[in-house]
């Protein structure tokens, strides 16, 4: 049985120890948490252990959920690293692309594993997506377009939480800019536009940013409340043979053959573990066969990279280079 241990357990920390007696082959050992009290409530639900001090959690498990605020990942997963424990970091990986790359280093020096919970890679219709994109359905990818958008709800007021000092893009659309990047490749360039109905310079309601990636394809991603009264989660991939749309909200696909017909139905296996336990059971997986994480601490980069890019873009209007 792989031990795994969570730090940080308010929103979605409690929700991967909601999570965690779900995984197969992991025994969920204890959690960490400034606030005593929020651990010991935590761990008296899990019959498990709890601490104020993560360092001493490290020195029961193999693995290690971090699910504290984004400003404090860089030291806790470096942390780990330096006790030879793998690390599953939430999303954001981090603020800035320094702070990456010296999580990324310590794990590399470590030989442990860094995963980031990029949960949407782990819906079932984004991994039949990938499937048929891999399997050759709709050729060779020319396009991506995917929104992260709910319909017009500004002007709103900014969080008095971390939240509001981090963005919504970084925190939540951060989510998408992983998913393109997963069906795009590796991003080259980022263009974009970012807008506030609420007066907030430095925290967004809308963004759509413009990706070309070094395959050739380009993306459009737009993140927000600014779409009337629609809103969409979908991603639509074309290719040379077809289109495929994936709908996240209704957890179904759609192909289109470029020689005709209308768009197919097509209903992806839900049978196996999804979601947040999917996520988990991976990392787990990982652990347990060493292998490395389908998204990792470079993947995690590159996501934040082309939020970071977007932001630039917008306030300097100017096409970013990521290389």
Request: glycine share 12%; charged share 25%; net charge negative.
């Amino acid at each position: 049985m792989i031990k795994i241990g969570v730090i940080g357990v308010g929103g979605m920390g409690n929700g991967h120890c909601n999570s965690l007696p779900n995984v197969e082959n992991c025994e969920f050992v204890g959690v960490a948490d400034l606030r005593l009290n929020a651990a010991q409530a935590v761990a008296e639900r899990h019959n498990i252990k709890a601490f104020q001090d993560y360092q001493e959690l490290l020195t029961l498990v193999d693995g290690v959920v971090i699910a504290t605020p984004p400003v404090a990942h860089t030291k806790v997963v470096v942390d780990a690293a330096e006790a030879g424990v793998h690390a599953f970091c939430e999303k954001p990986l981090s603020l800035t692309l320094e702070e990456s790359d010296e999580m990324i280093a310590a794990h590399d020096k470590a030989s442990t594993h860094l995963m980031v919970g990029q949960v949407l890679r782990f819906y079932p219709v984004h991994e039949l997506g990938r499937k048929m994109v891999d399997d050759g359905d709709i050729g060779d990818i020319v396009y991506i377009e995917t929104d992260y958008t709910g319909p017009y709800n500004a002007p709103r007021n900014r969080p008095e939480s971390w939240y509001g000092t981090v963005g919504g893009l970084l925190e939540n659309g951060i989510h998408k800019s992983d998913l393109i990047n997963w069906f795009g490749g590796t991003p080259l360039t980022v263009a974009a536009e970012v807008g506030s109905f609420s007066g907030h310079d430095d925290w967004e309601d809308y963004t759509v940013s413009l990706i070309r990636y070094d395959t050739d394809v380009v993306g459009i991603l737009r993140w927000g409340g600014f779409l009337g009264a629609r809103g969409t989660n979908e991603t639509i991939i074309d290719g040379s043979e077809g289109s495929l749309r994936l709908d996240m909200g209704a957890d179904v696909a759609y192909i289109k053959k470029r020689a005709g017909g209308d768009w197919e139905e097509i209903i992806p296996d839900r049978s196996g573990p999804s979601h947040v336990v999917g996520e988990l059971t991976h990392f787990v997986e990982c652990i347990r066969d060493n292998k490395t994480p389908i998204i990792d601490g470079r993947g995690g980069k590159d996501a934040v990279a082309v939020v970071l890019a977007t932001y630039q873009s917008a306030k300097e209007k100017t096409k970013v280079s990521l290389v």
